[in-house]
């Protein structure tokens, strides 16, 4: 099983170029572009391959990949568009912000999962792009969602409101996962039940289709996906942090409580979710990790402010 894992990436690649490009893509509604057709005119630019609108607040997109770009898979770089032209020199900026990569370090493409600012200088305008149009990606992918920023363990735990589903978006693809751990859950609390939808519709995509299970076969079994509303009436209600706090996520599962000893966390949120989670998971005995440092349990704002 252990080969198999770590020959992963290189037979997916050798499948993906069998068939057609869309075929690992979840959101498979997508318009797809000829690529080779398309000329990148900005620095650092990529092409857009396909664009899913999820909700009026939330769409995903893919983009090409550079040649040159390596990166863990729970990593984020900077993406965006250009600026407005100064009135006064006439020159654009670039105007980036932080991106989770959405899918797992193997991939071909790299995909995006976005939030919709109506106000928000960057996806104000991100949210109106097309197959064929050009977005900045630069190239230095960092941060602490990782594999190496935790020490061994039984069972990992990704905690994600909102967009934080990102990076869980590329660890539950990557089959280093699968092979490190023996459960992995992934807890999504969103206000309503279309905000969900992204990461169900994944979560499933990732246990059904026919390459995955061709390559990790039983071990998918190990993922369990527990998602909550905290708005909408929906069938599990309630913020992680209470379901937390009061044993229920426990119970609802029919899992033992998180212990030090055998259970990795991994947090991307808001400020508030993320100091209530830490405030939770220290109480439990666990401590916060770092590349340099690994440890239980880490932590990522999923966005500023
Ligand atoms: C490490 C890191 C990773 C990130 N990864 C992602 C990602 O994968 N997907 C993504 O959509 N955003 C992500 N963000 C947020 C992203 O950088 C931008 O803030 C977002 O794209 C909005 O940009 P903007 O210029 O339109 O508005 P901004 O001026 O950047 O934000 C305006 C306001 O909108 C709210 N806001 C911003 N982003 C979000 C969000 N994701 N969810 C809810 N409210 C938000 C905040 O209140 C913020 O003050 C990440 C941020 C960080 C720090």
Request: net charge negative.
């Amino acid at each position: 099983m252990a080969e198999r894992l770590r020959a992963f990436p290189d037979t997916i690649r050798l499948l993906t170029k069998e068939r057609a490009p869309a075929r690992l893509d979840p959101m498979n509604e997508h318009v797809t572009v000829n690529i080779a057709a398309a000329r990148p005119t900005l620095p650092d630019s990529q092409t857009v391959t396909s664009v899913r609108h999820w909700t009026d607040r939330l769409f995903s997109f893919r983009v090409t990949r550079p040649a040159s770009l390596r990166f863990r898979s729970g990593e984020f770089v900077m993406i965006g568009l250009m600026g407005e032209p100064d009135p006064k020199t006439g020159k654009a900026k670039p105007l980036l912000r932080a991106y989770s990569i959405a899918s797992p370090a193997w991939d071909d493409e790299l995909e995006f999962y976005s939030i919709k600012v109506p106000d928000g200088p960057l996806t104000s305008r991100l949210q109106h792009i097309q197959p064929g149009d050009e977005i900045i990606l630069r190239p230095k992918p960092v941060g602490t969602l990782v594999h190496d920023a935790l020490l061994p363990g039984k069972r990992l735990w990704f905690f994600a409101t909102g967009t934080g589903i990102a990076p869980f978006a590329s660890l539950i693809r990557e089959p280093q996962t699968f092979e490190d751990y023996n459960e992995i859950i992934l807890c999504h609390t969103c206000r309503d039940v279309a905000e969900l939808e992204y990461g169900r519709e994944l979560v499933e995509h990732v246990k059904t289709d026919e390459m995955m299970q061709e390559l990790l076969g039983d071990a998918l079994k190990k993922l369990r996906y527990f998602p909550t509303t905290t708005r909408e009436p929906s069938a599990r209600m309630g913020r992680i942090t209470d379901l937390l706090r009061s044993g229920e996520l426990f119970s609802e599962l029919g899992v033992m409580p998180i212990s030090p000893q055998t259970d990795r966390a991994m947090v991307c949120g808001s400020m508030g979710l993320n100091t209530d989670m830490k405030a939770i998971l220290e109480g439990l005995g666990l401590r916060e990790g770092a590349n340099s440092d690994p440890a239980e349990y880490v932590v990522e704002k999923a966005f500023v402010g």
